[in-house]
């Protein structure tokens, strides 16, 4: 296919930047044409080009693995400055997807880090990612498959839990709810259900003054910040509008 008839093709699958997606796929290995029909067919663009650019590093992607939303760089920046002159903290990043967070965070500082998801195609894509760093991905639900000895020795505690409402999910874009596993996105009737999860055992995992980090909406803002306080960790707003991210960080 030349440019021109790729561009035709994604502009009539509804792709708003038809051009830039276009010389992508040109860029990519093999024909293209393959490429065009996926993309055309509604999945994400970065799941048929098989990465990502996100917070300055190249994170590897497969189908059904969770896309990096750019706004999330505000998380991996927080991430950067707590652990700003600690020698060798540990980083723990559980819900961690392709491992992109993790990735992104220790492309900045020496860490030792380790990640979790419950999901098999996001395990598997977390340990190609971050194997190449010496990072350590397990798989099962939270903190169930971690090993023990990581318990009260994590500096930061990156948790990009899923937290969209239960019932908005169907009026998300058909490129997130047709091609991510909905345990990515489903967070319950009022999206914070997995992060109340998290809570309910992530003290026991920090190290002392170690801190929590999670992305919610800005309309759940009063929940999480009393939840976090319930469980005996002191929340801070971390916010970026121009990205519209929004982050809640939880010091032991």
């Known amino acids: 296919m030349t440019y021109d008839e790729v561009v035709v093709a994604l502009r009539a699958a509804g792709c708003v930047f038809a051009e830039d997606e276009a010389r992508l796929i040109l860029d990519a290995p093999g024909e293209p044409d393959p490429l065009v029909a996926r993309r055309a067919a509604g999945e994400p663009l970065e799941q048929v080009l098989g990465w990502v650019d996100f917070a300055g590093v190249r994170v590897v992607l497969e189908p059904d693995v969770f896309v990096p939303r750019q706004r999330t760089a505000l998380m991996v920046d927080e991430a950067v400055l707590l652990l700003a002159g600690t020698a060798r903290p540990v980083v723990l990043d559980l819900c961690c997807g392709s491992g992109a967070v ?138 970026d509008e121009d990205a519209g991210a929004t982050i809640v960080v939880g010091a032991l």
Do not use: K
Not at 222 to 235: N, Q, S
């Open 102 to 239: 993790g990735l992104a965070v220790v492309a900045r500082v020496d860490a030792e880090l380790h990640a979790s998801d419950v999901e098999p195609a996001a395990v598997r894509c977390a340990r190609r990612n971050l194997a190449p760093v010496g990072g350590h991905v397990v798989e099962g639900d939270l903190f169930e498959p971690l090993p023990r000895s990581l318990r009260g020795r994590v500096h930061a505690l990156t948790c990009n839990v899923p937290y969209v409402p239960t019932d908005a999910i169907a009026t998300m874009p058909p490129e997130a709810r047709d091609h991510e596993p909905r345990v990515t996105l489903d967070g319950g009737p009022d999206g914070l259900a997995v992060l109340r999860r998290v809570l309910g055992e992530a003290r026991g995992w920090l190290a002392p003054g170690g801190s929590l980090l999670v992305e919610v909406g800005t309309a759940q803002l009063p929940a999480a910040t009393a939840a976090m306080r319930e469980r005996g960790l002191t929340p801070r707003v971390v916010t």
